[in-house]
């Protein structure tokens, strides 16, 4: 890994770890908690949450989330010559079992060209996965069969607006406990995101959900206004 994927690396590996450290506070926050059955079901659907449109001043996006948003912000230490501040905008659902996050910060040095900008974005997937022992990518579509499962390409590159990108989908676990993920990493100039929904329960969103939470995220000029 090079020193760029490393510290990269290290942001992400600190927004997973914050999942988790944040679940008890959020407890009976969740949005769907209208719904009292919600936490019987084996699947979080569309329609067991309240959406909510938000495009934070400055923050460079604009997202549909599945509920009332919690912001969570923390000074980050990339190396001992770099700082930088992380902005997490949490929704924890199911008690906590699930949460919806979008997570930005800006690097030190503007990428000065796509071999830089992928090693960014290459970086995100490897702190993603070294957080959890034993980890694995597993296809997007969650009901891909065995054969698929075997053949399909696990990280998505493609472009999305025109901006650099990654897809990725995994499972693992920390702490004793079994999570699943879904994560896309973007790049705009200086400014990473990830977009994530993470699950430690038996309950997972269905792919409606998944699909209407990633789609609706758009990176937008930084002087857009709420």
Request: glycine share 6%; charged share 30%; no cysteine.
């Given at each position: 890994m090079t020193n760029k994927q490393t510290q990269f690396a290290?942001?992400?590996?600190?927004c997973v770890a914050a999942m988790f450290a944040f679940q008890d506070p959020l407890k009976g926050q969740e949005a769907g908690k209208s719904n009292p059955n919600s936490t019987a079901k084996t699947t979080l659907q569309t329609s067991d949450v309240m959406w909510q449109t938000i495009s934070p001043e400055g923050s460079g996006f604009?997202?549909?989330l599945p509920g009332e948003p919690r912001l969570v912000s923390r000074e980050i230490t990339l190396n001992p010559e770099e700082k930088s501040q992380l902005q997490m905008y949490i929704v924890a659902?199911?008690?906590?079992?699930?949460?919806?996050?979008?997570?930005?910060?800006?690097?030190?040095?503007?990428?000065?060209n796509d071999k830089q900008r992928n090693e960014i974005l290459d970086g995100g997937i490897a702190g993603t996965l070294l957080r959890l022992i034993p980890s694995t990518l597993v296809p997007w579509d969650a009901n891909a069969d065995?054969?698929?499962d075997e053949k399909a390409e696990?990280?998505?590159k493609q472009k999305i607006d025109g901006y650099l990108s990654r897809q990725f989908a995994y499972r693992g676990m920390q702490?004793?406990?079994e999570i699943a993920g879904h994560s896309q990493l973007m790049l705009n100039g200086q400014r990473v995101f990830q977009?994530?929904?993470?699950?430690?329960?038996?309950t997972a969103p269905d792919d409606a959900l998944i699909k209407k939470f990633f789609s609706a995220f758009k990176l937008v000029p930084t002087d857009?206004?709420?």
């Open positions: 290290a942001v992400i590996m600190f604009e997202a549909l659902l199911q008690n906590g079992k699930v949460n919806a996050v979008i997570a930005y910060h800006d690097v030190q040095e503007m990428p000065k065995a054969d698929a696990k990280i998505d702490r004793g406990r977009i994530s929904i993470i699950r430690t329960g038996k857009k206004k709420k």
